[in-house]
């Protein structure tokens, strides 16, 4: 993959990859149980709608049972997604979702010869290449790296459909104990992880909207953590 690939890696639900992304989940389905109890819950509505216009007591409970169980995927679901956003980001430890945080000193990145920011990072004390992509809504872990910082896909998460280079592809959600790289540590971050993405790792926005700020001069990306402190640059 060239760098001009890398580059727009990542991207949740692209309007123009619509279709694929609609493959993509259907084809996840088996392996999410989330998905599949939704699944389940919505075939044991159908039949309580049928049993109650047969007048059979047991339909209303079935189906109430049905919208229960719907209505805690549905908020599940919601509070999985938000945790892509720092605005609406809630940690909810009985759900395995803990506390994002980003936090250290400032830090600059150099240019690399290709044009864009690399970094030398790691993730889970495992080191690793990412590339920082600002057009890039989750931070992506490639499957080798994934399975080197035991990272374990969420149980009952959902699967996330990514756009790449190369199409959609369905990822799994993944909470990375530590991402560390210059003076910035990222505790608790959610990040997605596929065999599709290759040897690519990136650093995206769910990282970078969590600094105070970020900016690019010249040949330099600064990365300012909250309370930041003196800087140290990255080749």
Do not use: C
Not at 101 to 127: M, Y
Not at 144 to 166: C, F, H, M, W, Y
Not at 189 to 210: C, E
Not at 211 to 216: A, F, T
Request: aromatic content about 4%; overall charge neutral.
């Amino acid at each position: 993959m060239d760098a001009e690939g890398r580059a727009s890696y990542i991207a949740i639900m692209s309007l123009q990859n619509l279709w694929d992304n609609i493959v993509v989940s259907i084809g996840a389905i088996p392996r999410s149980e989330l998905l599949m109890l939704a699944i389940v819950a919505m075939v044991a509505g159908w039949i309580g709608t049928a049993l109650i216009k047969r007048k059979i007591p047991m339909g209303r409970l079935i189906r109430g049972g049905s919208t229960v169980v719907l209505a805690g995927i549905l908020v599940t679901v919601v509070l999985q997604l938000s945790r892509f956003d720092p605005r609406l980001d809630i940690a909810v430890p009985q759900l395995g979702l803990p506390e994002q945080t980003v936090e250290g000193g400032e830090t600059r990145i150099a240019l690399a010869p290709d044009g864009h920011f690399w970094l030398r990072a790691e993730i889970n004390g495992i080191p690793a290449d990412f590339l920082v992509d600002t057009g890039a809504t989750v931070t992506a872990v490639s499957n080798d790296v994934a399975q080197k910082a035991g990272l374990e896909p969420r149980r009952g998460g959902i699967p996330v459909s990514i756009g790449t280079a190369n199409g959609a592809v369905a990822a799994q959600v993944a909470t990375a104990g530590e991402i560390r790289f210059g003076n910035v540590a990222a505790r608790g971050l959610d990040v997605v992880t596929s065999p599709a993405f290759g040897d690519t790792n990136v650093i995206g926005m769910n990282l970078l909207s969590r600094l105070h700020s970020w900016r690019v001069e010249g040949n330099t990306m600064i990365l300012v953590p909250n309370n930041p402190q003196p800087a140290l640059e990255v080749r």
